[in-house]
Structures are given as structure tokens and as C-alpha cells.
């Protein structure tokens, strides 16, 4: 199997440890609703976590240390609570005075999700389309010139997704963060230059952020503090999240610095301004614990109350990769080659490891101060992690945090739940290993199955592995389940094991239209790995 194979079926060989449910009787039961899509087998899957704590804290402050950073503060967020913090050095270096568990830092960039969620809720309030050209709501950018005759013009989706065209502009953008309304009209009517067409590459803007801001501010009638401030914030409990510092208590603000001529120097807080929505905003674990719950909490799907101030679907769309980025392949500090195929969703990165299938993270970095939010949504757990040290790079070690909770051997995903009708065709199938029933396998079949390959040929072949191997039992548990239409099972038999799979058809009742059984390899079949 391929990386993109293994990785989708999320390490699935852990579902081995549930029995199966009992058959329902007669033809293949309707999987119409369910409870939940998957849910965590393991009961002491948070006490197992639990005991990585220890070598994360050592990990972050040995990190803290080797990079120069005058202060530091991390969480660890589990099934919507921030579980475990820790803190390390100074948040005043002046002062001499400590981070502490309710510090306030900028997190800079991990603003944008809180914009792209603000669009979002108008989008679910039918007051605006993620496909709306911008110019509709932003008439300074009506007299825009195209790169090319055949640009399309730049919508709300391109800007999400850092697709409008724009440079990148990171050094530039952290400067405009303070910009009044006034210049940000007078410069967007100045024009924008493009270094591409819209909507036919990622490149990353905090000028498309703005812009979004602006849209909000347009769209809802109100200054786009104060949307995020009623609708997004205030709604989640983040009492302490603001997007300007002068409004943090001095005994709860870090202060920024950058490390230079081997020494901390002090950098000003950068004022709230028409650039705000790309980077303005200060936080707390507390707080960002909340946030990233709300995200996690959008997993699986369900049924059930939706309280917001997102609904659960919007959240996921959020998370989905929308543009993608080319792929890497590279080597870590061990040697081992590892694959990492990244884009962008709505205002978060997303990515994909040969560890882990679904990575939803955003970093952020201004003058002083350097953050990072990284969460796995069907594992339910998430880092977050603040720097007082400009473009603090956490990136470099949550990968190793990431890798202290999986030596625990609590970071484990959601175990995918069958369909009533997949378990059904599964005792079905076990039952015509043992004794074939034209009947029953009729019951079963899909239309194509037996154009694909005839009733007689699968009759035989069946009769053929039943000589070879004996009589079988079903070895319960799932060699891997891709959704909750797709299976792999084993079955114990007398003179080795076999392997059966079976697909479902899109009809009511579902029924196999795939179909296989064959032998086991010796050992069993192989379980999921990491790239070679």
C-alpha cells in the first residue's frame, strides 16, 4: 500500500478490539441514522495521554531555552477542554516578572480563522456567498486591473483561501496592522499589484484578510471588532481575547521582544487597526483552549444539538483543504523520509503526514510574538503554544510534542462505526465461506455483482479456498473499516486465515457490490505504517 492509502485509513487496525454487534435477520438493514459516524473504543485513552504530559512540558521549555524565548505558555486541549498547561520564563523581561497560566499574547495570524468564521456565519445567514466578488462589498476594488485579459474576478472564496492573486506579504503586512480605515480605502483604490491570476494558485496574504475584515464590517453593519467581539467571541466565553492590547490588564500582558546581539530588545505593541482581521488578536490558553474545542467538537458528525456560534458543518468546511499547496517530501532528524502534503482551508492550514491523515493547524508571527494552534480532529486532541519572541518558530516542536502523546498510547483515533447493513454482509459473507447459499448471496448482491464476475465463478472459487483452508470463524474486530459502507475482515480458519472485503452500493437497502476473499499473508495482514 501507498502512503495516501495508509494514512486515509487512519491506523483503522486498532477497531480490532470491539466485538461485533449481532446480525440483524433478513436482508441487508438501512444505515439512514446513527448516533455518531465513530467514536473513541479505548476507556483510558485520556489517563494514557495524560502520562505524556511530563515530556511535553520537557520538550516545550528545552525548546524555549535553545530558541531565545523570553517567555512561553502551551496547553494541551482534549475532547473540547484544555487538559494540561505549562508555562516557562518571562512575560515582562524588564520587570522580571512570569508567564503565567492566564498571560495574554498576540497569536498574529491565527486571527484569520476568526475571520474566515465571521464570513461564514454570514454565508449560513444568506446575507452574502462564499462566491460574491469581493467588489461587491469592497467598491475600492471596483477599478482593480486584471494580471490577464482572462482573469476571473477576485470572490470571497479566493481571499479565504489565499488564491485572489496578491504576493505574498508577511514582512509588509505585519506594518499595516495598525492602518486607519481611511488609508485602507485610499490604498486599495490606489491598486493592488498580482503575482498570478485569481484562483489558480495558493499564495499567502494578510492584505486578502483585510479585506475580508472589511467585508464584514460592510456586510453586517457593524466595525468588525465588534462583530467577532458579540457573535464569535463573547458567545464562546473568551473573556479574555481582544483584539486591542491597550485593553489587557498590564499584570496579564506579555510583552514582545526580538533576540538580537545576544540580547532581548523590547518591541512595541502594534495598535488595532483595518488590518486587524489578519493579525490583530490577543489570547490566553484559556481562552484558545476554547477556540480550538469548538473545532474539535465539530468531529464526528452527529446528531444533535448545534449550539454555535458555528454550526458543527460549517466548522468542518472550514477544515477542509480548499487549496492545496505541491506536495514535500523530506527527511526528519532520524533519517526517516516523510511526506507532507499541505493546502489551505478557510483561514487554517491543513495538511496530511504519513502519521496522521487530517492536521487543521495555523501559526502566527508579528514583531514580539510568535503562536501556534495544531489540533487532530479525529483524535480529538490539539496543541496550542505562545512565544514572546518574534516568529517564535513552534512549529519545530510540536512534532515532537505530537510524538510524546503517541508514545503514550493514548493518541488514537475515532474508531469508524459499521452500518447495520455492512455488519449484516459481513455475517452474511462469513456464513457462505462455510456453506455456499445461492439464495442468500442473491439476497446480498448488488446489480453488478455478478456481471462483474459470475455466480458460478465466485460459487467455485469459494468452494476452492474452502478445500485449502477448512472451516472458518469470523476473528472479529476489522482488519481496517474506511467508512461505514467499506470493510476488511479476518477469519480464523483450520488450515490458515483469510481476508474478506465488501463494499456497499449507493442504494436503499445497500447491498455488496464488491465483493473478495482470499488468503491471509503469513503473519497476518500488515498493519499500517508511516512512509519507508
Request: contains cysteine.
Amino acid at each position: 500500500m501507498n502512503c495516501k492509502m495508509l494514512t486515509m485509513a487512519f491506523g483503522l487496525l486498532a477497531l480490532a478490539a470491539a466485538d461485533l454487534p449481532a446480525a440483524p435477520a433478513g436482508p441487508a438493514a438501512s444505515p439512514s441514522r446513527v448516533e455518531a459516524l465513530a467514536r473513541f473504543e479505548d476507556p483510558d485513552r485520556r489517563a494514557k495521554l495524560a502520562t505524556a504530559y511530563p515530556e511535553v512540558d520537557r520538550v516545550m521549555r528545552e525548546f524555549a531555552a535553545r530558541e531565545h524565548v523570553p517567555g512561553a505558555a502551551w496547553g494541551i486541549v482534549i475532547d473540547g477542554e484544555l487538559a494540561h498547561i505549562g508555562t516557562a520564563g518571562l512575560r515582562d523581561v524588564e520587570g522580571g516578572l512570569p508567564v503565567q497560566g492566564d498571560s495574554v499574547f498576540r497569536i498574529a495570524s491565527m486571527t484569520k480563522s476568526f475571520t474566515a468564521m465571521a464570513i461564514m456565519r454570514l454565508r449560513d445567514q444568506g446575507r452574502l456567498s462564499l462566491d460574491d466578488p469581493v467588489e461587491r462589498y469592497v467598491p475600492e476594488l471596483r477599478g482593480l486591473r486584471p494580471l490577464m485579459g482572462d482573469a476571473p474576478r477576485i470572490t470571497l472564496r479566493h481571499l479565504l483561501t489565499h488564491s485572489a492573486g496578491f504576493p505574498e506579504d508577511n514582512p509588509w503586512g505585519d506594518q499595516q496592522l495598525g492602518l486607519s480605515e481611511q488609508e485602507f480605502s485610499r490604498l486599495m483604490r490606489g491598486g493592488i499589484p498580482s503575482s498570478n491570476p485569481p484562483g489558480v494558485a495558493y499564495e499567502y496574504s494578510n492584505y486578502g484578510f483585510a479585506i475580508l475584515g472589511r467585508v464584514v464590517s460592510r456586510v453586517s453593519g457593524e466595525p468588525y471588532t465588534r462583530y467577532v467581539q458579540r457573535h464569535i467571541i463573547n458567545p464562546l466565553g473568551m473573556r479574555s481575547t481582544t483584539l486591542e492590547p491597550r485593553s489587557v490588564p498590564a499584570a496579564r500582558l506579555a510583552q514582545g521582544y526580538r533576540w538580537e546581539d545576544e540580547r532581548w530588545k523590547r518591541e512595541p505593541q502594534l495598535p488595532d487597526g483595518a488590518f486587524g482581521s489578519m493579525g490583530g488578536m490577543l489570547t490566553s490558553l484559556e481562552d484558545l483552549g476554547r477556540y480550538v474545542g469548538l473545532f474539535l467538537a465539530a468531529w464526528p458528525p452527529r446528531d444533535g444539538g448545534d449550539p454555535g456560534p458555528l454550526s458543527r458543518a460549517s466548522l468542518r468546511e472550514m477544515q477542509q483543504m480548499w487549496r492545496a499547496r505541491p506536495a514535500t517530501v523530506t527527511r526528519d532528524a532520524a533519517g526517516a523520509v516523510q511526506l507532507n502534503v499541505a493546502g489551505y482551508g478557510y483561514g487554517l492550514r491543513i495538511s496530511q503526514t504519513c502519521d496522521f491523515a487530517h492536521v487543521v493547524a495555523h501559526s502566527g508571527g508579528l514583531p514580539g510574538f510568535g503562536s501556534q494552534m495544531r489540533w487532530l480532529p479525529e483524535y480529538g486532541v490539539g496543541l496550542i503554544a505562545f512565544g514572546n519572541r518574534t516568529y517564535t518558530p513552534w512549529g519545530d516542536v510540536l512534532g515532537p510534542a505530537l510524538a510524546a502523546l503517541k508514545a503514550s498510547g493514548g493518541l488514537q483515533p475515532r474508531a469508524v462505526q459499521p452500518s447495520a447493513a455492512l455488519v449484516h454482509a459481513r455475517a452474511e459473507v462469513t456464513a457462505l465461506v462455510n456453506a455456499w447459499d445461492d439464495a442468500a448471496i442473491e439476497r446480498l448482491a448488488a446489480v453488478n455483482l455478478f456481471l462483474d464476475s459470475a455466480k458460478e465463478r465466485r460459487r467455485a472459487g469459494f468452494a476452492r479456498l474452502r478445500a485449502e483452508v477448512g472451516e472458518c470463524r469470523d476473528a472479529g474486530g476489522w482488519v481496517s473499516i474506511e467508512n461505514r459502507l467499506r470493510g476488511d475482515w479476518l477469519l480464523r480458519c483450520e488450515r490458515g486465515d483469510l481476508v474478506a472485503s465488501v463494499t456497499l452500493a449507493p442504494t436503499e437497502p445497500p447491498r455488496v457490490q464488491h465483493l473478495e476473499v482470499v488468503r491471509a499473508p503469513p503473519g497476518g495482514p500488515a498493519p499500517a505504517r508511516t512512509c519507508p
